[in-house]
């Protein structure tokens, strides 16, 4: 079936402008002209749109998004299975948020007692430190801290006085480029394929070479937001019962998906705890 400009338009809430410049530059080109004059979309150009839109989603600008479109079925499966695992996992990061939400909530209402750390569970700051007990050695560090600030600051407005100012986003949630996603998918994929080779060669969740590997996992999503081992344990549940996960990883190899929780829940209570 095929859809005019303004149909497509009305489904997806891209503008008319917006369809227009995506042809000018080459990423998404209309199926054929009608009698009527009018240009008209088909399911395949439905389906490179929902394409843009998702790296859109994920930051990328339009200039960027052209080298990531695909046309192949398979290949355009990869894409969107990195861009579910991506959405998943900043869901179960707001569900970290919402946690830590809903103990304050009770413990303002003097329900429960609250650890002072436990104010800031779920955040992706990762400035955070642990509390200096010596006050003369804080106060020394926070002057020295101050201090340095201070000349940093004075170098940038010396040497940098025209650019542009930077980003008030924490580093884990800045925009990526197309160079940080496709690195990101390579690095993932690379995961799962070591992880597959540990199942056919015999290891445990549990062997060094194996947690290694899960090592690797957890700084990987460490780049998007560094979770508490109550939020890693969670994932690792997901993998196994999200019916989307469970594809992905039985892709590589049945026994994937356990494998890999039962190796995350190890590195969960080992480094996390």
Same mark, same amino acid.
């Given at each position: 079936?095929?859809?005019?400009?303004?149909?497509?338009?009305?489904?997806?809430?891209?503008?008319?402008?917006?369809?227009?410049?995506?042809?000018?530059?080459?990423?998404?080109?209309?199926?054929?002209?009608?009698?009527?004059?009018?240009?008209?979309?088909?399911?395949?150009?439905?389906?490179?749109?929902?394409?843009?839109?998702?790296?859109?989603?994920?930051?990328?600008?339009?200039?960027?998004?052209?080298?990531?479109?695909?046309?192949?079925?398979?290949?355009?499966?990869?894409?969107?299975?990195?861009?579910?695992?991506?959405?998943?996992?900043?869901?179960?990061?707001?569900?970290?948020?919402?946690q830590t939400l809903d103990?304050?909530?009770?413990?303002?209402?003097?329900?429960?007692?609250?650890?002072?750390?436990?104010?800031?569970?779920?955040?992706?700051?990762?400035?955070?430190?642990?509390?200096?007990?010596?006050?003369?050695?804080?106060?020394?560090?926070?002057?020295?801290?101050?201090?340095?600030?201070?000349?940093?600051?004075?170098?940038?407005?010396?040497?940098?006085?025209?650019?542009?100012?930077?980003s008030t986003l924490p580093?884990?949630?800045?925009?990526?480029?197309?160079?940080?996603?496709?690195?990101?998918?390579?690095?993932?994929?690379?995961?799962?394929?070591?992880?597959?080779?540990?199942?056919?060669?015999?290891?445990?969740?549990?062997?060094?070479?194996?947690?290694?590997?899960?090592?690797?996992?957890?700084?990987?999503?460490? =780049? /998007?937001y560094t979770p508490t %081992? *109550?939020?890693? !344990? +969670?994932?690792?549940?997901?993998?196994? @019962?999200?019916?989307?996960?469970?594809?992905?990883?039985? =892709? /590589?190899?049945?026994?994937? %998906? *356990?494998?890999? !929780? +039962?190796?995350?829940?190890?590195?969960? @209570?080992?480094?996390?705890?």
């Amino acid at each position: 079936m095929a859809y005019s400009m303004e149909d497509v338009s009305g489904m997806s809430g891209v503008s008319l402008s917006e369809l227009g410049q995506y042809a000018e530059k080459g990423l998404l080109n209309p199926s054929f002209v009608g009698q009527d004059e009018d240009v008209y979309y088909e399911k395949r150009e439905l389906l490179r749109l929902q394409q843009i839109l998702f790296c859109k989603e994920v930051g990328m600008e339009v200039e960027e998004i052209g080298p990531m479109l695909r046309d192949a079925p398979r290949d355009m499966i990869r894409i969107m299975q990195q861009h579910r695992i991506e959405m998943l996992e900043k869901a179960l990061h707001l569900h970290g948020l919402i946690q830590t939400l809903d103990k304050t909530i009770s413990h303002l209402r003097g329900e429960q007692d609250m650890d002072e750390h436990e104010l800031y569970a779920g955040f992706s700051n990762k400035g955070r430190h642990p509390l200096l007990m010596n006050k003369t050695t804080s106060d020394h560090a926070a002057k020295n801290d101050y201090s340095e600030q201070m000349q940093t600051t004075e170098t940038n407005q010396k040497y940098n006085a025209n650019a542009p100012e930077p980003s008030t986003l924490p580093e884990a949630q800045e925009m990526k480029s197309k160079e940080d996603f496709l690195d990101s998918q390579a690095k993932i994929d690379r995961i799962h394929l070591d992880l597959q080779g540990a199942i056919e060669n015999g290891l445990t969740p549990d062997s060094s070479e194996v947690q290694q590997i899960i090592g690797r996992h957890l700084e990987w999503i460490k =780049g /998007y937001y560094t979770p508490t %081992a *109550e939020i890693y !344990r +969670d994932l690792a549940n997901l993998y196994v @019962e999200h019916k989307n996960f469970r594809q992905m990883y039985d =892709g /590589y190899h049945p026994k994937l %998906a *356990e494998f890999l !929780r +039962d190796g995350m829940m190890i590195k969960a @209570e080992q480094d996390l705890s």
